[in-house]
């Protein structure tokens, strides 16, 4: 029964194929946190990741050929990265876009690597993920570029601002990475941080951590977690007494933090690596495309999977023009694509950029936003100047 319908599958794609004269798609996979607490991020990625599918394959694909992603969810954990990576790599896609977190690719990028399948990071930031090997490059500036800017822009905002609070999840490695970014920012901006307190990405409570940062009398709080923490984190920092400026980190960047603050959510302030008001040509068709569906404003991560995805589309363009891609053995492409990314430079919503020879990205534009709350769900992210 299943080989029949298999078969019946089959030759009806067969002939789909013919009588359409579509080639069989290339395949990119992309493997980010559709599922857990971390697809309050994951999720802004797929929208990217698949308005990036249908604007490109709209354009013709490859010269041509249409370009499908192949998706794998990776949860919320380390071994479901290196299980979407292994699921990706063995199915034959030419490259990934993914993971969510840097957590997961100092898990998974090593699998990419060690099979010589090229990796684009959409929103690993912490610092050394390029590193990581010759395949792993990222598409998201690392917090020692963005991070910075939300401190100054604190100060911008309040010159008094002298007592720092910095609290930070300490089992997640992109955490730890940018509170030493932000804590490091602070004191080059003479401000004393007078206390670092630590949490989980899984906790829920956070009195000990709210008490000992009123306790200590400070202007400005800076969090760096993920987004369930990072959200209640900042409700009860409210609930309980505080009421100066917070700064949120990465992993706070979504709106998808309002069904957790709240209203205790207004005034955040966010370092952001996009802005919708960007003004490429391909930025405006992109924020024109998630309105139309979304009823908002792009968000970074859906447009730094974008991206991604862009990137791959236009360095296997690239390739294909030299040598039709259905002629290369996939191994060689995989390299050859790999070469390829990491010499172009590519017009994208971020702006224009590049990679170095690491596969770090060369990025110009970042923002500041805050978070402006009209009721208990609805807010937004207002750019500041
Ligand atoms: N920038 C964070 C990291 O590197 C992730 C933010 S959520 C997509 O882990």
Redesign the pocket.
């Known amino acids: 029964m299943k080989r029949a319908t298999l078969l019946a599958v089959t030759l009806g794609l067969f002939s789909f194929t013919v009588a359409q004269k579509v080639a069989t798609p290339i395949e990119i996979g992309v493997a980010v946190a559709q599922t857990s607490n971390?697809a309050l991020?994951?999720q802004e990625?797929v929208i990217g990741a698949r308005l990036a599918e249908k604007f490109f394959n709209n354009q013709g694909g490859i010269n041509g050929t249409p370009i499908k992603l192949v998706f794998q969810d990776t949860g919320g954990d380390e071994a479901g990265a290196i299980n979407a990576f292994q699921n990706l790599i063995r199915d034959g896609v030419v490259g990934i876009v993914g993971p969510?977190?840097?957590?997961?690719?100092f898990a998974a990028d090593p699998i990419a690597e060690r099979a010589k399948v090229p990796v684009l990071?959409?929103?690993?930031?912490?610092k050394g993920?390029p590193q990581i090997g010759d395949f792993i490059a990222r598409v998201?500036a690392p917090?020692a570029v963005v991070a910075p800017n939300a401190v100054k822009q604190a100060l911008k905002l309040d010159p008094d601002i002298k007592r720092v609070a910095v609290l930070y999840a300490q089992n997640?490695?992109?955490?730890v990475?940018?509170t030493g970014t932000f804590q490091e920012t602070a004191k080059a901006q003479k401000l004393d941080v007078v206390t670092v307190q630590k949490f989980q990405t899984t906790d829920t409570d956070f009195t000990t951590q709210v008490t000992a940062v009123l306790g200590a009398k400070v202007d400005l709080v800076i969090i760096s977690g993920?987004?369930a923490d990072g959200g209640n984190l900042v409700k009860q920092l409210r609930q309980l007494g505080y009421k100066g400026l917070i700064i949120g980190g990465?992993?706070l960047?979504?709106s998808n933090i309002f069904s957790v603050c709240g209203r205790d959510c207004d005034g955040i302030l966010i370092a952001q690596a996009y802005s919708p008001q960007q003004s490429g040509a391909i930025n405006q068709v992109f924020v024109k495309e998630y309105r139309a569906q979304y009823k908002k404003d792009p968000p970074q991560?859906a447009a730094q999977a974008y991206t991604g995805v862009q990137v791959f589309v236009e360095a296997l363009r690239k390739i294909d023009r030299k040598k039709k891609l259905n002629t290369w053995d996939l191994d060689d492409l995989r390299a050859e694509l790999n070469k390829a990314i990491l010499v172009g430079s590519y017009r994208t919503p971020l702006g224009v950029i590049s990679f170095d020879k690491e596969g770090e990205l060369n990025q110009k534009e970042f923002y500041v936003a805050q978070i402006k709350m009209k009721d208990a769900r609805n807010g937004s992210f207002v750019f500041l100047k």
């Open positions: 971390v991020l994951g990625q969510t977190l840097s957590q997961h690719a990071g959409p929103s690993n930031t912490a993920i998201s917090v997640d490695a992109f955490s990475s940018e993920l987004a990465n992993g960047n979504t991560f």
